[in-house]
T-cell receptor
Framework: DTEVTQTPKHLVMGMTNKKSLKCEQHMGHRAMYWYKQKAKKPPELMFVYSYEKLSINESVPSRFSPECPNSSLLNLHLHALQPEDSALYLC???????????FGPGTRLTVT | AQSVTQPDIHITVSEGASLELRCNYSYGATPYLFWYVQSPGQGLQLLLKYFSGDTLVQGIKGFEAEFKRSQSSFNLRKPSVHWSDAAEYFCAVLSLASNYQLIWGAGTKLIIKP
């Protein structure tokens, strides 16, 4: 099974709201990733967790806050977002840093 | 600097015809290469990967890719496309020098003519 699940599928939020995106995998993978994807563009890496520790933060604004409660779960907490943050947010996982990544279906986020 | 180039922004192919999507990479060492497919509004699905060994790699959904070191290419092929293959295709290389991040091509949109 190579499934990564993400909830919610769609999210509409105002600029003053606080919301969270969730990601889960049960493949025993030890690396998990958050990506942002704008229309007609490849994914942009935001964060990487390796063995539940944040290993990469690609200079993402502090209004995005990742959390890895355990090896199967990854959250992305959102606060005071801007309209330009509207995008498809993808979660991925891999066996380790040098392995292929498996992606979830994404959360379509719209900031109004 | 490492990079991936997909020269074709979009390609139109008739259903049942063969397909080749081009991917060129710039990378100093032996590359780890991937092809992903993304249907509209969906996540990315791994089609195939190349790490080492046989340069002709078989993937899912009838796709294959050939690694050619001399041409720095990793082209994706399918002998007969189906309407359901219409999607965006991304080529990527794993950058060991950048903390194992994926370096992505810009993508190629595949359009299927009935």
């Amino acid at each position: 099974d190579t499934e990564v699940t993400q909830t919610p599928k769609h999210l509409v939020m105002g600029m003053t709201n606080k919301k969270s995106l969730k990601c889960e995998q049960h493949m025993g993978h030890r690396a998990m990733y958050w990506y942002k994807q704008k229309a007609k563009k490849p994914p942009e890496l935001m964060f990487v967790y390796s063995y539940e520790k944040l290993s990469i933060n690609e200079s993402v604004p502090s209004r995005f806050s990742p959390e890895c409660p355990n090896s199967s779960l990854l959250n992305l907490h959102l606060h005071a977002l801007q309209p330009e943050d509207s995008a498809l947010y993808l979660c991925a996982s891999s066996q380790g840093s040098g392995y292929e990544q498996y992606f979830g279906p994404g959360t379509r986020l719209t900031v109004t | 600097a490492q990079s991936v180039t997909q020269p074709d922004i979009h390609i139109t192919v008739s259903e049942g015809a063969s397909l080749e999507l081009r991917c060129n990479y710039s990378y100093g060492a032996t590359p780890y290469l991937f092809w992903y497919v993304q249907s509209p509004g969906q996540g990315l699905q791994l089609l195939l990967k190349y790490f080492s060994g046989d340069t002709l790699v078989q993937g899912i959904k009838g796709f294959e890719a050939e690694f050619k070191r001399s041409q720095s290419s990793f082209n994706l092929r399918k002998p007969s496309v189906h309407w359901s293959d219409a999607a965006e295709y991304f080529c990527a290389v794993l950058s060991l020098a950048s903390n194992y991040q994926l370096i992505w091509g810009a993508g190629t949109k595949l359009i299927i003519k009935p």
